[in-house]
């Protein structure tokens, strides 16, 4: 999971004192490792497998830093963070949120949740105004939007995407690959109605259709 480049740099990080903080909470460890900007990283103690918001995002050297001072018993027990937080009356509970929330910027929390409709939209929004935009959006497609949205949030991304005029190919084919996968039969009908409308954006479902017999 960790290969040994990753480990020594990772051992690095540690024995530098690059690691903000290390929190227990449950099966997770949750920290944040100083690097070329200070990142927030998370831990599964089940597999050791580590998510980060650095670019690497998987299994990099700031989660294997992260696990070095676990292993070296420096870390913070988060079961006794809030067994104190539960001692305190209401009011210190409400203040301590706040700052939180005013520190953080965290109000999204108290507005309801954004839709993955709503976010795709504000990523293809941006796109015109930094050509590299494009790459996060396609970031969010691969690794957020196909995971998580419905069969219906698939089609209306993609025509989402024709009103747009979303050149890149590779943004309709994640999108028209998962509905694929799924092989929901209403679905692929309503996606192949799409492409009857819309060939050139979509030319590639006529290619999955003769792959899978469709």
């Known amino acids: 999971m960790y290969d040994e480049l990753i480990k020594r740099r990772g051992e690095h990080y540690y ?7 290390c929190v227990k909470l449950g099966n997770y460890l949750y920290g944040k490792v100083i690097g070329s900007e200070e990142y927030k990283v998370k831990v599964n103690l089940k597999d050791l497998s580590g998510l980060c918001s650095c670019p690497y995002k ?15 018993n420096d870390y913070i027990d988060g079961e006794l963070i809030f067994k104190e937080l539960k001692e305190k009356d209401k009011e210190e509970i409400i203040k301590i949120l706040k700052d939180i929330v005013v520190k953080e910027f965290l109000w999204e929390q108290f507005l309801g949740e954004e839709s993955l409709l709503k976010k795709a ?3 293809i929004k941006i796109i015109p105004l930094e050509r590299k935009n494009i790459y996060t959006f396609i970031s969010f497609l691969r690794n ?5 949205a419905s069969d ?10 024709i009103k747009n005029d979303i050149e890149k190919e590779e943004c309709y084919f994640i999108v028209v690959e998962e509905i ?7 679905t692929k009908e309503k ?8 060939p050139e954006k979509l030319w590639m479902v006529d290619e999955f259709i003769e792959i899978e017999g469709f």
Not at 58 to 72: G, P, S
């Open 144 to 148: 957020v939007f196909i995971n998580r």
């Open 152 to 161: 219906e949030e698939l089609l209306k991304l993609i025509e989402l995407m």
């Open 180 to 186: 694929f996968k799924r092989d929901n039969i209403k």
């Open 58 to 72: 998987y299994n990099c050297k700031h989660a294997y830093a992260l696990i070095l001072a676990y292993k070296n």
């Open 191 to 198: 996606l192949y109605k799409l492409y009857k409308k819309h």
């Open 121 to 123: 939209q504000d990523l």
């Open 15 to 21: 024995k530098s004192g690059l690691v903000k903080y």
